[in-house]
Every structure is written in C-alpha cells, then in structure tokens.
C-alpha cells in the first residue's frame, strides 16, 4: 500500500489536531508519529531513494483501509512536490490556511517556547531575510515567519503537479470553530465513512505569554495585504476577517 493522503500545511494551522482526529477513524491508518518529514529530507533524495524506510512509519492493520501522515512543511518545501509527485501521482492533500500574520506570530512563539528563537518578533521579521540565506535553498525551517505565509505560491508549485481534485483546502477558522464539520468534509473527500463520535482536542494548546503588537500587525499586514486579496480570487474565498486591522 502506497500512502493515499498527506496533512501538507500550513503549520501552525491546527494540523495536529486534524492528526489527532484521522487517529480515531477506524479506516484509516496514520503514521506512527506525526510529521514523518520524508518528502523535504534532503539526505535521503541525494541519494537512490528507498521507499521501504517511508513505509516503515506505517503499521496499518488489516482493517485500515488508506494511509496518511501529516507533515506541515510540505506545502512549503520547494522540493517535496515533485518527490511526492514521483512517489504517487494520486496522492491526495488536506491543507489548513491561516491568516499568514497570526500564523508567523504563533510560529514565532512556538520556536522560542523550543529555545530555537532569541530574537524579538520585530527583529525576527525585520532580519527574516537575511536570517534564510544562511540556508543553500534559501529556506529555512526555523527562520522562514513570513516567507511561509505566502499561500499562492505554494498552491501554484502544487497544482503543477497535482489536478485541484486533488486538494481539499480549509480554513483555520473553520477548523477551530467547526471542527466536526471539517471532519465531515476530509471524510467525504477521502471516500470514508463519517467519522464515529470523536473526541475533540483544543487547537489553541499552547498560551502565549506576548502578544503582537500594532507595529509588527502593521508591518505584517502591509507584506500580505495583496497575498491575501489573490488568494480570495484563487480560492474564492472571503477573507475579511484577514484583511482587518489591529485589534
């Protein structure tokens, strides 16, 4: 069995309760610990690639009808849709988006809460750039705040590769307020049964200590505001609520 689905991004968007949800249906086998990080490993595609060593983070029982893993940095990762492309051309992608603003500042909280952050937010946003050329692909895992939020980018470099059936896009709101409903939508898209009762988990884990402030909200919202207005066109979606000021 090839796995047939990946929870691709975007981080910080409530993956890890969507890996904590497909756990609880009984047709669907997830990979033994989230965010298996094939698909963007450098080392292991400089190299004759091994699929064995992927297969290996899946234990499906014979009950279990379809694979999947949930990998966030996927849909950020240059390299992975080609790799994922090669490995199966029918994969299927869930992907959570976010207020690109409120998504930099909570993965800016997350890695100082790792001890991977020294910076202030304002000087991490301001110095970003700099910061990521440090890295030969220009990405950096740690680094990368706002260069992750530019959604448009990373669809398109997908759907070159994948047909758009392929892809069911959520909102984080959605998500957040109506999670049964999302699960309902991933189920359909899937080709599974609905969900059994599950029990739900907080998205919001984590409680920040420091809030954003008007002046990096500000200096955000002037990077986005035209990301956020094509994706409302991309996707035809409305994005409002993204496209407020500080509050």
């Known amino acids: 069995m090839k796995v047939n689905f990946l929870i691709a991004g975007t981080q910080k968007a409530g993956t890890t309760a969507l890996d904590h949800y497909m756990r609880q249906h009984p047709d669907i086998c997830m990979a033994k610990k989230k965010e298996v990080h094939f698909f963007d490993n450098e080392k292991i595609f400089a190299k004759k690639i091994d699929y064995s ?8 029982d014979s009950g279990e009808k379809i694979l999947g893993e949930s990998t966030p940095i996927y849909m950020y990762w240059e390299n992975s849709p080609e790799r994922v ?9 869930i992907i959570v988006l976010r207020n690109p603003i409120q998504r930099a500042f909570s993965h800016w909280n997350m890695e100082r ?58 909102k984080y ?8 409903n999302a699960i309902q939508d991933i189920c359909s898209f899937l080709g599974v049964p609905d969900m059994p009762e599950c029990e739900m988990q907080n998205i919001f884990s984590i409680p920040y200590e420091l809030k954003i402030t008007e002046r990096e909200y500000s200096f955000l919202f002037d990077k986005f ?21 500080y509050e």
């Open 53 to 60: 060593f992927y297969h290996a983070s899946f234990l499906p």
């Open 225 to 245: 505001k035209d990301e956020i207005c094509l994706l409302e066109k991309m996707l035809k979606w409305d994005l409002d609520k993204w496209k407020k000021g």
């Open 85 to 93: 492309f090669q490995y199966n051309p029918d994969m299927k992608f």
């Open 173 to 180: 709101e959605d998500l957040r307020c109506s999670p049964k």
């Open 113 to 170: 809460s790792r001890g991977a952050e020294n910076l202030t937010f304002w000087d991490a946003i301001n110095q970003e750039k700099e910061r990521c050329m440090q890295e030969s692909l220009s990405q950096h895992r740690v680094y990368s705040y706002i260069d992750r939020g530019y959604y448009s980018k990373q669809l398109k470099l997908l759907w070159s590769f994948f047909p758009k059936k392929n892809f069911l896009l959520i």
